[in-house]
C-alpha cells in the first residue's frame, strides 16, 4: 500500500511539474472587447456609498464619456457587488471609462481622493475563457470625489450655521456672477397666516447682506434689518417687507470688483433681476413688489445705479450717510446705520400704497396652471439624505415610487424641493412621498398608512405673469423597515421558494432593453416529472413581474398565490395542466420596460425591445429545457398595471406567439388614455383576452372617487376595443372586482376565473 501510494504521488507530481510549461506555451493573451460574447465588469465599491437610488454607471469613450447614461448603469447583485454586461464594441475599440454615481462630480477617485487616470481593460488569458462565455472582469473603486471634504468659499453663506432671528430666514441659492451664492431671504412674522394670504410685501434689497441679521465681527456691526421689520410691521407703521440680503465680498479689492461700475456691477445687477428676483418668488411663495435698495460706501453706488437701471425690480436706492472708517480699509459700517435704515422703512414702506392691497382671489388647482409649481417638503423624520433623497410617487409617473426625474433637491435651510411640470391630461395630482420605493413610503407619525395626497387650490390672481406658486407640505414619518427585516428575501437570489405543489425551477437570462441578469421562475405542474407523463406537452402562462407571482416579497401588499391556485384548480379538474413561467420586471426603471410608447415625461419607452426579448432571449431559453406545447393558440402572456400594458402590446406585436393575454388593472390613464389611443390604431390582436378591474383601483377614500371611475371606465373601453377588433365576445371577458383596489390581493383574488377562462379542462 505505501509502495503504491508513492508511485501515485510520484507521477502526480511529474505531471504538476510538466503541465505548466505546456499551458504556457498555449496561453495567449486577449482583448476583452475583441471577444464576440462580450464581457462582464464586476465591481467592488469599498465606501458602500453607492445605492440603487444613486448607482454605479460607466462613462467612457464608447458613450461620449456621458457621466450619467441610463444604459450604462451598473445593477447591484445580492452580495454587494455590481455588474454590468458589455457586448463587443462595433469598431472593435479599446474602452477607456472611469465609474460614476450620476455626474462627474461624483466621479471615482483613488484611496487618498485623488483623481486617477482613465481605467482600460486588462487582457485576459484565452485558456481561461470558455468558448461563448463572457468573462468577468473583477474591478475595485476605492472612493468617490464628493466624499472629499468642502472647500471653503468665502463668498458663500455658511449653509447650516443657525441665525438667531427675529421671523423667518431661509437660505436661497442662486447664480450670481458665475458663482452659487446662498441669499438671506427674511419674511415677517405671520406671513403664512389665512389673512394675509393674497398681500403684496415690498422687497428691502440689502447688498453686504451678511450683516442684515447678525453681529459679524469682520465687520464690525450688524443692521439690525429683522428687528427693525418686525418692530415697524407688528405696530402697524409699515406695510411688512421681505428682505433680501446678498452676501458680499471683505476686502477693498474684491469690493472693487464685485460692486465698482466699470467692473463687475452692472452684471451682478443684472444676475440679481435675472436669476436670483425669480428664483426667490419661486421658493418664498408670496407675492412682492419694489421697496428699496440699501448699499453702503461703493455698494450705495451700485444701489443707486441698480435703481435707475431697472426701478421694476429695485425700487428706490437707500445710502446711509456717515462712515465710521474708510472704503480702503474693507467693509464701512457705522453704528448709526440701523437707525438709518428704520427710518427708511418708516419713509418708504407706509401702508396706503395701492400696489400693497390684497388683490381679488381665484383659486385654481397648482397642477392646472401653465407654469406649473414648486413642492416644498419638511421631512419631520430627519431620515431622508442626499444619499436617500426623497422622490414623488404619483398618477402622473405611473406610480414610480424612484422616478429619478420626480427627486426632490435638499435646501440649505434643511427642506427639500421640485418643480413640478403642469398636469400631463388635465387630471388632479394624486401622490405620496416616498425615499425611493413603496417600502420607505411617508406614513403618519403612528407608522399607519396615509390616503393618497392631492394639492391644496391655490390663488392665481395673486401670482405675477409667469410666476411658479410654493406649496409646502410635512412628512411625519417614513415606513423604514430595519434592515434586518426580511434580509433573506431581499439579499439572497438562490433562496428555497416554498410552493403549494408542483415543482419550481430557476433559468438565468440576460440582455432586455435594461441590460441585467435575472432569474426567470418557472413552475411546473404537480405530476410534470411522473415517467407517465414523459411525452406530455402543456399550454404556458408567462407572466410580468414574476417576482410576485410565488411569494410575497418584503413590503409588497402581498402575492399572486400563482402555484395554489394552479395547484387546487388542477387537482379539481377546472382547469388544465400547465407551466406558469414569472419573467421578473427590473425594479425602478420598470417603467421603460413596460410602455411602449412615451407616455411618462422623462423616461424612455423600450416595449419594443423588451418583446423583442422576449422572443429571442426568453421563450427560446424557456421553451428548450420544457415540455411546452407548441403554437401561439398554447401560449399566454399576462400581468397587471403597466404589466397588462406590455403584455397587450406583446400580443399584438408577435401574434405569431401570443395567442391569448390576461389584463389585469391595466394602467392607460396617463396623457388623456395616451396608451389606449395608441392601441386603438393597432391590429392583429389576440383571439382570447381576459380583461379585470377593480372599482377601488386608486383607494377608497372620498377623494380618489374620479379616478376609480376614470380606471373603471377605461378597462370598459378596453375590453369594447377588444370586440371592435375581432374578439367575440365568447373569447373576451370582463371581470370587475366589488371593491378591489391595485394590489396583488385583488389580482390572486381573481386568477382562478382567469386560469379557469383561459386554460379550460380539456
Not at 349 to 374: C, D, I, Y
Not at 417 to 439: C, H, N, V, Y
Amino acid at each position: 500500500m505505501t509502495r503504491t501510494h508513492l508511485s501515485l504521488a510520484w507521477l502526480i507530481s511529474l505531471l504538476l511539474v510538466s503541465a505548466p510549461q505546456h499551458a504556457h506555451a498555449q496561453d495567449e493573451l486577449v482583448q476583452p472587447e475583441s471577444l464576440e460574447q462580450g464581457f462582464v465588469i464586476l465591481v467592488t465599491d469599498r465606501t458602500g456609498h453607492a445605492t440603487t437610488e444613486s448607482p454605479i454607471l460607466l462613462a467612457s469613450n464608447h458613450n461620449g464619456w456621458n457621466p450619467n447614461d441610463p444604459t450604462q448603469a451598473l445593477t447591484r447583485r445580492s452580495d454587494g457587488k455590481w455588474q454590468i454586461v458589455r457586448s463587443k464594441p462595433a469598431l472593435d475599440s479599446r474602452l477607456n471609462f472611469k465609474f460614476t454615481r450620476g455626474s462627474w462630480d461624483t466621479v471615482e477617485v483613488d484611496a487618498q481622493l485623488e483623481e486617477i487616470e482613465n481605467r482600460l481593460l486588462p487582457r485576459l488569458s484565452a485558456a481561461s475563457i470558455r468558448p461563448g462565455e463572457p468573462p468577468i472582469i473583477e474591478l475595485i473603486i476605492e472612493n468617490w470625489k464628493d466624499r472629499r471634504p468642502p472647500e471653503p468659499d468665502l463668498n458663500r453663506i455658511a449653509p447650516y450655521r443657525e441665525l438667531e432671528v427675529t421671523g423667518d430666514v431661509r437660505r436661497i441659492e442662486a447664480v450670481l456672477l458665475g458663482r452659487n451664492r446662498d441669499l438671506l431671504v427674511w419674511l415677517p412674522p405671520g406671513h403664512t397666516d389665512p389673512a394675509n394670504i393674497g398681500r403684496t410685501h415690498p422687497i428691502v434689497w440689502m447688498l453686504d447682506g451678511q450683516a442684515a441679521f447678525e453681529f459679524v465681527p469682520a465687520l464690525g456691526g450688524e443692521w439690525s434689518a429683522d428687528e427693525s421689520a418686525t418692530v415697524l410691521s407688528d405696530s402697524g407703521k409699515i406695510v411688512p417687507p421681505v428682505i433680501i440680503a446678498v452676501p458680499g465680498p471683505i476686502s477693498a479689492s474684491q469690493r472693487e470688483t464685485e460692486y465698482g461700475l466699470d467692473a463687475n456691477g452692472p452684471e451682478l445687477i443684472r444676475d440679481l433681476a435675472r436669476n436670483a428676483l425669480p428664483r426667490v418668488r419661486r421658493a418664498i411663495g408670496v407675492n412682492t413688489r419694489p421697496g428699496i435698495f440699501v448699499g453702503a460706501g461703493i455698494a450705495g453706488t451700485l444701489a443707486r445705479f441698480a435703481s435707475e437701471s431697472d426701478p421694476d425690480s429695485f425700487g428706490l436706492p437707500f445710502v446711509p450717510t456717515g462712515m465710521e472708517r474708510p472704503e480702503s480699509e474693507g467693509v464701512p459700517f457705522d453704528p448709526t446705520w440701523p437707525a438709518q435704515l428704520k427710518d427708511a422703512m418708516l419713509s418708504t414702506l407706509a401702508p396706503g400704497r395701492p400696489s400693497g392691497q390684497s388683490q381679488p382671489k381665484v383659486m385654481k388647482e397648482p397642477e392646472l396652471l401653465s407654469t406649473g409649481f414648486m413642492l416644498v417638503v419638511t421631512d419631520k423624520s430627519g431620515k431622508a439624505s442626499e444619499s436617500r433623497p426623497l422622490h414623488i410617487g404619483s398618477n402622473h409617473n405611473g406610480w414610480n415610487p424612484g422616478d429619478p426625474n420626480r427627486r426632490l433637491t435638499p435646501r440649505s435651510d434643511s427642506k427639500w424641493q421640485i418643480e413640478l411640470p403642469p398636469s400631463p391630461d388635465g387630471s388632479r395630482l394624486a401622490f405620496k412621498l416616498t425615499l425611493g420605493s413603496w417600502e420607505t413610503v411617508e406614513v403618519t407619525g403612528a407608522m399607519e398608512d396615509i390616503p393618497n395626497r392631492e394639492l391644496p387650490l391655490i390663488d392665481a390672481a395673486s401670482l405675477r405673469p409667469g410666476e411658479r406658486p410654493v406649496i409646502e407640505i410635512t412628512v411625519e414619518q417614513f415606513r423604514d423597515p430595519p434592515p434586518d427585516v426580511d434580509a433573506r428575501l431581499r439579499t439572497d437570489p438562490y433562496r428555497t421558494i416554498d410552493i403549494a405543489g408542483g415543482t419550481l425551477r430557476r433559468i438565468e437570462v440576460a440582455g432586455g432593453p435594461i441590460p441585467v441578469r435575472r432569474d426567470l421562475l418557472i413552475w411546473l405542474p404537480p405530476g410534470y416529472d411522473d415517467p407517465q407523463n414523459a411525452s406530455r406537452r402543456y399550454p404556458i402562462l408567462y407572466m410580468h413581474d414574476g417576482q410576485n407571482i410565488f411569494e410575497k416579497l418584503p413590503h409588497v401588499p402581498g402575492e399572486w398565490m400563482a402555484d395554489e391556485t394552479a395547484t387546487r384548480l388542477i387537482a379539481e379538474g377546472k382547469i388544465e395542466p400547465l407551466i406558469i413561467v414569472g419573467v421578473p420586471s427590473v425594479g425602478m426603471r420598470r417603467i421603460e420596460e413596460y410602455v411602449p410608447i412615451e407616455v411618462y415625461d422623462g423616461l424612455a419607452a423600450r416595449g419594443k425591445d423588451h418583446v423583442q426579448w422576449l422572443a429571442q432571449e426568453v421563450i427560446p431559453r424557456v421553451e428548450r429545457v420544457v415540455r411546452a406545447r407548441p403554437g401561439r393558440q398554447s401560449r399566454v402572456i399576462g400581468g397587471s398595471s403597466l404589466g397588462a400594458v406590455i403584455s397587450l402590446y406583446a400580443a399584438t406585436e408577435r401574434p405569431d406567439l401570443f395567442g391569448a393575454t390576461l389584463l389585469e388593472s391595466p394602467a392607460m390613464l396617463a396623457k388623456d388614455r395616451l396608451l389606449l389611443r395608441y392601441f386603438e390604431e393597432r391590429s392583429n390582436f389576440p383571439e382570447r383576452a381576459f380583461v379585470a378591474v377593480g372599482t377601488h383601483e386608486v383607494g377608497r377614500d372620498p377623494s380618489d372617487a374620479a379616478r376609480n371611475a376614470a380606471y373603471l371606465q377605461c378597462a370598459k373601453d378596453l375590453y369594447a376595443l377588444l370586440g371592435a377588433k375581432g374578439v367575440s365576445s365568447e373569447n373576451r371577458v370582463l371581470v370587475i372586482g366589488e371593491g378591489a383596489i391595485h394590489n396583488e390581493g385583488a389580482w390572486a383574488e381573481r386568477l382562478p376565473e382567469a386560469l379557469q377562462f383561459l386554460f379550460p379542462a380539456r
